[in-house]
């Protein structure tokens, strides 16, 4: 299952009383000062009760910038976040990249760019 839930998401997400409706979880993270890219991802939940923020980031993907889908579309899966680190480091990718990539999470297996990225 994909997991990404980034810093910006679990900011808002963190004075969340569960269990709360996806409706419910949207009118309150628009109170904070989210990008768009993670209100999207947020509004992309499937619409049913959440009783943990780890419940909504194991339902969430980012939806990737075009930069981060081309410096992974030659990485070789499956790999770790480290691997993919390793790998946008070495290649010299922007810091915009390698600080998205940053905030995966550090126990999961990616077995493609989909397992990291929503299809916009």
Do not use: W
Request: charged share 30%; glycine share 2%.
């Amino acid at each position: 299952m994909p997991i990404f839930c980034n810093r910006e998401i679990m900011d808002a997400l963190r004075s969340i009383k569960f269990p709360k409706s996806k409706n419910e979880i949207l009118t309150h993270i628009s109170d904070s000062n989210i990008s768009e890219a993670s209100g999207i991802s947020i509004n992309k939940l499937e619409n049913k009760i959440y009783y943990t923020s780890d419940e909504i980031c194991n339902n969430i993907k980012i939806v990737c910038d075009i930069e981060i889908r081309n410096a992974l579309q030659e990485m070789e899966f499956p790999a770790t976040k480290n691997d993919i680190l390793d790998y946008a480091r070495f290649r010299n990718y922007s810091a915009f990249v390698v600080n998205s990539l940053e905030d995966l999470p550090d126990k999961y297996k990616f077995k493609g760019i989909a397992d990291i990225c929503r299809e916009s």
